[in-house]
């Protein structure tokens, strides 16, 4: 089944300790991305990646870090999280091709709360 | 800057009905709208794309327009039904990298 995988789907941390958000895809997509999710804010962009190794800031990446060492797995870190933070995340994956941009394949979202 | 906006934050419609949600943006040229679907506590799901060169797309009881003209695309759902009950996010995409979110219109219909 095509999915996209986010770990853990909730958490409650601590300011400052620093925490990781995997996403793993197993539909071979070249680009995955990251969102965060606030009332009224809609969907904001995190982080992108167009393919291995290769990522860029979006939108909001402030206190943001991102990896893209192999094309299934695209984690999310927060180095030292802040209440500002608390938010949902979600990650997304799609085809990336000049011809065709496509949709864009979901996981199920990370809660996170940081105290 | 970029700007996307739809404009109801929520619509409640009676089951039968024809449900419209609207989605607006400036200074931005997307090549593609696309619409997704939210239910609580879960990820975006993919109704339908339409590209600039496109007005109208359809698909089963959905349809969507797309006026570059205006900076508007309309979202239909006929013969609504308490199914489709959810929130509904317009996205558009002008590059190969950078999507922009709507905030969403959450949609209600009741029976």
């Known amino acids: 089944e095509a999915q996209v995988t986010q770990n853990p789907r909730y958490l409650i941390t601590v300011t400052g300790k620093k925490l990781t958000v995997t996403c793993s895809q197993n539909?071979?997509?070249?680009?995955m991305s990251w969102y965060r999710q606030d009332p009224g804010l809609g969907l904001r962009q995190i982080y992108y990646?167009?393919?291995?190794?290769?990522?860029d800031k979006g939108d909001v990446p402030e206190g943001y870090k991102v990896s893209r060492k192999e094309k299934r797995n695209f984690p999310l870190i927060l180095e030292s999280p802040s209440p500002n933070q608390t938010s949902l995340y979600f990650c997304?994956?799609?085809?990336?091709?000049?011809?065709?941009?496509?949709?864009?394949?979901f996981g199920e979202g990370s809660r996170l709360t940081v105290l | 800057s970029q700007k996307i906006e739809q404009n109801s934050e929520a619509l409640n419609i009676q089951e039968g009905k024809t449900a419209t949600l609207t989605c607006n943006y400036t200074n931005y040229s997307p090549a593609y709208l696309q619409w997704y679907r939210q239910d609580p506590g879960r990820g975006p799901v993919f109704l339908l794309l339409?590209?600039?060169?496109?007005k109208e797309k359809r698909k089963e009881r959905l349809k969507v327009t797309f006026d570059t003209t205006l900076k508007q695309s309309l979202f239909h759902i006929t013969a609504s039904q308490p199914a489709d009950s959810a929130t509904y996010l317009c996205a558009l995409d002008g590059s190969a990298s950078k999507i922009i979110f709507g905030s969403g219109t959450r949609l209600s219909i009741r029976p």
């Open positions: 539909m071979n997509h070249e680009y």
């Open positions: 990646s167009m393919n291995v190794e290769v990522t």
């Open positions: 997304a994956s799609r085809r990336q091709s000049l011809a065709n941009t496509g949709e864009l394949f």
């Open positions: 339409i590209r600039e060169n496109e």
